[in-house]
């Protein structure tokens, strides 16, 4: 069985094909520019093709991608009916779409009533969906996989802001969290490395990339996440705040007159790990350039550390202890010195580093000692398998 993961953006469409009787990736690509000049990249049978290709709207770019998923040289399937479902990645569900969902048009209806909470990635996934549909025709089980869903069934305690409670029932304003996909899927790779049974695991899991959220995950379940109503809260991150204290943002904006559009601007882009250090967003920037004396880099680099430490720290107070602590993304995966200087911060817990087996790269592995009591894993997040794991066992249902 043969499952089409899409991950659409407002002007851009990553796709993977995958074997689900071996989870193999048989091709992946990317749409980009579409609506624009139009840039086409796909990769299967281990070559790499790269194109100009007018992609005036996103029907037209899936129409490229099934093209060549069936093309004599390119493809890797003789028909598109070959494909049994297609599984799109949507950041936000709101408090309606809470599992993974087999769509309908009344319900693609009822998603593009909630771009509110997701105002630059919703209306993409509408829109990729409505394409597979047009293309593909109604046959094809087109299902939704939501990154809030894996934090959705977290306690009240956790969800709920201290604002008056009319406005979570008015404007449905909560803690949603993300990376919700990238989270559930680590947290049960984890459970597997461990060789336990995931509900016997207080596991916290680190997404730290340029967006970073920390979640708890108890027995299997999230029961508290970094980020909020919205990806601006929790650690700072690349170029967003993370929490602060929500009355700095109404001094700035009366001081240099500025519009809400213009302060969400600031803290979303401007501010974290770049309005720190005044250098970049990427963390390796800041390593090399806190390494040739620059404060502020360094400071960023410090804060991150300790911001991170700090949320590992209240999440084993949440859950009452923790078994495992599990790094993924972009500085998570790669970034040995960052991990080390964690887990250090949390000698209390009786977590220890195996230094050796953290400086490695590799798969997914445990990087503590034997005898620490906190098993420390890195695992490489794959939110593209997690989503066709997922459609896969809806359309089994
Ligand atoms: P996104 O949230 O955009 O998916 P990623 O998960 O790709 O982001 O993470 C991007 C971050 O990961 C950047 O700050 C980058 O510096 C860091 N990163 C990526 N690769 C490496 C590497 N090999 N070594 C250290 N840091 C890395």
Redesign the pocket.
């Known amino acids: 069985m043969k499952i089409l993961v899409i991950n659409a953006g407002s002007s851009s469409l990553k796709y993977q094909l995958i074997d689900m009787e071996n989870e193999n990736v048989l091709a992946k690509g990317l749409c980009d520019r579409i609506g624009l000049d139009g840039k086409f990249v796909h990769n299967a049978n281990g070559e790499k093709l790269e194109m100009d290709h007018p992609m005036p709207n996103h029907a037209e770019a899936i129409k490229v991608v099934l093209a060549h998923l069936t093309d004599a040289k390119w493809g890797v399937i003789k028909d598109v009916a070959e494909i049994s479902a297609v599984g799109h990645r949507v950041v936000n569900g709101g408090e309606v779409f809470v599992e993974a969902t087999l769509m309908d048009a009344e319900k693609i209806d009822t998603l593009e009533s909630l771009t509110e909470f997701a105002p630059l990635h919703n209306p993409a996934a509408v829109t990729g969906l409505r394409a597979c549909l047009e293309v593909m025709g109604a046959d094809v089980p087109q299902v939704t996989v939501y990154d809030t869903a894996f934090h959705y069934g977290m306690p009240k305690t956790a969800a709920i802001y201290p604002i008056p409670y009319e406005y979570y029932e008015k404007y449905g304003i909560r803690r949603f969290g993300a990376h919700g996909t990238s989270h559930g899927y680590v947290a049960g790779e984890c459970a597997k490395l461990l060789g336990k049974d995931i509900k016997d695991l207080k596991i916290v899991t680190c ?6 959220s920390i979640t708890a995950v108890d027995g299997g379940r999230c029961v508290d996440t970094s980020m909020g109503f919205t990806p601006l809260a929790g650690v700072l991150m ?1 170029t967003r705040c993370g929490d602060i204290d929500p009355a700095v943002a109404m001094f700035i904006m009366n001081k240099e007159n500025l519009t809400p559009d213009e302060m969400n601007n600031i803290m979303n882009k401007k501010s974290g ?1 770049l309005g720190l250090s005044g250098v970049s ?7 090399a350039a806190a390494s040739e004396g620059n404060e502020r880099a360094q400071l960023a680099l410090d804060m991150f550390t300790y911001q991170v430490t700090k949320y590992i720290g209240s999440y084993a107070a949440a859950m009452g202890g923790v078994d495992a602590i599990v790094f993924t ?7 040995n010195v960052m991990r080390s200087d964690i887990v250090k911060n949390l000698k209390f817990l009786g977590v220890e580093m195996n230094e050796e087996e953290n400086s490695k790269r590799g798969e997914a592995r445990v990087v503590s000692t034997p005898e620490s009591k906190v098993k420390v894993c890195v695992i490489p ?1 794959n939110e593209e398998l997690a989503i066709a794991r997922q459609t896969l066992a809806v359309i089994n249902k």
């Not at 967003?281 to 390593?287: A, E, K, Q, T």
């Not at 993304?329 to 790669?334: D, V």
Request: aromatic share 4%.
């Open positions: 997404h730290l990339g340029n967006g970073s690349g790990a967003n990427d963390f390796r920037d800041l390593d993304a972009g500085i998570g995966e790669n970034n997040t």
